[in-house]
Nanobody, 119 residues
Framework: QVQLLESGGGLVQAGGSLRLSCAASGRTFSGNTMTWFRQVPGKGRQFVAR????????YYADSVKGRFTISRDNAKNTVSLQMNSLKPEDTAVYYC????????????WGQGTQVTVSS
């Protein structure tokens, strides 16, 4: 059974940092793109960052560029999101997801982890 399990969320003051992790089990994600999304109540899911599992190439939403860094650890089958200079508007539930490269549909989702940034 394939699972994605997020961890690392919490409460932090504006300007602080958090590191989210997404541990994948049940398969390796070679040939996949791993993506972090976030969602606040009443709004749609928002793209945050993605990384190609094979070559490590990354892409970021403009709202987080320069503050967030996505990375993967092949040996641990884990994707991380380092979040620095956090702002109150970064408050959301953060989800990781996986899809095959070249395909738009995401096949696997984690359960989400709450990030709250106080002003």
């Amino acid at each position: 059974q394939v699972q994605l399990l997020e961890s690392g969320g919490g409460l932090v003051q504006a300007g602080g940092s958090l590191r989210l992790s997404c541990a994948a089990s049940g398969r390796t994600f070679s040939g996949n793109t791993m993506t972090w999304f976030r969602q606040v109540p009443g709004k749609g899911r928002q793209f945050v960052a993605r990384i190609n599992w094979n070559d490590g190439s990354a892409y970021y939403a403009d709202s987080v560029k320069g503050r967030f860094t996505i990375s993967r650890d092949n040996a641990k089958n884990t994707v991380s999101l380092q979040m620095n200079s956090l702002k109150p508007e970064d408050t959301a539930v953060y989800y990781c997801a996986a899809r095959n490269n070249g395909v738009a549909q995401y096949d696997y989702w984690g359960q989400g982890t709450q990030v709250t940034v106080s002003s």
